[in-house]
Nanobody, 123 residues
Framework: QVQLVESGGGLVQPGGSLTLSCAAFGSIFSINAMYWYRQAPGNQRELVAAITSGGDTNYADSIKGRFTISRIDAKNTVHLRMNNLKPEDTAVYYC?????????????????WGRGTQVTVSS
């Protein structure tokens, strides 16, 4: 069983910074890619940033130049550094792991979601 746990959300003033973390727990052999999504009230869930096992990254246009995604493979962890936050960044941020392979009790590959962490940008 794989669990993704997000942390680092909170309340921050406009222009401030936060770093979100997502840790994958379980008997993990490999992770293909990890994504950050966000969902604001009344809106659909949208892709924010992605990083592959090879380190390739992709960002939504709305956050380019402000957010940076990174991963620490040895810890099965991905981070999202968010700078110059704006009120429109307010949302629940979700971690999504793609192609996570576990070996115990048997080899299995699947996609998983975390429960989300709230980010509120307000003065």
């Amino acid at each position: 069983q794989v669990q993704l746990v997000e942390s680092g959300g909170g309340l921050v003033q406009p222009g401030g910074s936060l770093t979100l973390s997502c840790a994958a727990f379980g008997s993990i052999f490999s992770i293909n890619a990890m994504y950050w999504y966000r969902q604001a009230p009344g809106n659909q869930r949208e892709l924010v940033a992605a990083i592959t096992s090879g380190g390739d990254t992709n960002y939504a246009d709305s956050i380019k130049g402000r957010f940076t995604i990174s991963r620490i493979d040895a810890k099965n962890t991905v981070h999202l550094r968010m700078n110059n936050l704006k009120p429109e960044d307010t949302a629940v941020y979700y971690c999504n792991g793609i192609g996570i392979t576990t070996m115990i009790p048997e080899r299995r590959t699947g996609d998983y979601w975390g429960r989300g962490t709230q980010v509120t940008v307000s003065s």
